[in-house]
């Protein structure tokens, strides 16, 4: 079984890739949904987060307030390092038994979607990285419109990630979102080739 991690920058069509190499025959595991899941009430990663960021984090429902949170650990890098610190070693086991779900269920390609592969350290969870990437002016537009945010919040939010072109390097198959999905189709189905089939 193959395990293609799957990264990029913040709005820049990783869901849509993934989807296709579903369409293609892959399954795939998507660390953001994990992140949601290893933070729900009652998970003990929730309880930590509490204890050390306080009810300020909490919505009135008792789930955690992602926008708070995000405030939070973007204006501090300390406060990232610490919120990794809790989420991520609950992540990798999450992912590491969705790992084992696939191979069991008989699937040969597995796509591990994560947008802080690199970031992480989680790089020795697969086998090989594909990236997806825009032009910067594509993300921002696209960070903007999906997330109803100003110029300065979304200029914020990409400067605070790892820059594309610096991701770009780790990727063995690099894909451009720039344009149309039509395009992105073709681009993904000639890696799949290229990667999987031959």
């Known amino acids: 079984m193959k395990i293609i991690g799957l990264t990029g920058g913040i709005a820049t069509g990783k869901n849509a890739v993934a989807k296709m190499l579903a369409e293609l025959g892959a399954a795939v595991i998507d660390a953001d949904q994990l992140a949601r899941d290893v933070v729900a009430p009652g998970v003990g990663v929730l309880q930590q987060i509490t204890e050390r960021f306080g009810q300020q984090v909490l919505s009135a429902d008792g789930t955690l307030d992602r926008q708070a949170m995000r405030e939070l650990v973007f204006k501090d890098p300390q406060?990232?390092?610490?919120?990794?610190?809790?989420?991520?070693?609950?992540?990798?086991?999450?992912?590491?038994?969705?790992?084992?779900?696939a191979r069991i269920r008989g699937f040969r390609v597995v796509v591990y979607m994560a947008p802080l592969l690199i970031e992480a350290g989680a790089t020795d969870r697969v086998d090989e990285i594909w990236v997806v990437t825009v032009r910067p002016e594509?993300?921002?537009?696209?960070?903007?419109?999906?997330?109803?945010?100003?110029?300065?919040?979304?200029?914020?939010?990409?400067?605070?990630?790892?820059?594309?072109?610096?991701?770009?390097?780790?990727?063995?198959?690099?894909?451009?979102?720039?344009?149309?999905?039509?395009?992105?189709?073709?681009?993904?189905?000639?890696?799949?080739?290229?990667?999987?089939?031959?």
């Open 138 to 198: 594509v993300q921002l537009a696209r960070l903007m419109a999906r997330d109803g945010c100003s110029l300065q919040q979304a200029e914020r939010i990409i400067a605070a990630q790892m820059p594309l072109a610096e991701k770009e390097r780790f990727g063995v198959v690099v894909i451009d979102n720039s344009s149309s999905l039509e395009v992105t189709r073709r681009q993904v189905a000639a890696a799949w080739q290229q990667r999987i089939e031959s």
């Open 79 to 101: 406060h990232r390092r610490q919120l990794e610190a809790l989420v991520h070693p609950a992540i990798k086991e999450r992912a590491l038994q969705q790992i084992e779900q």
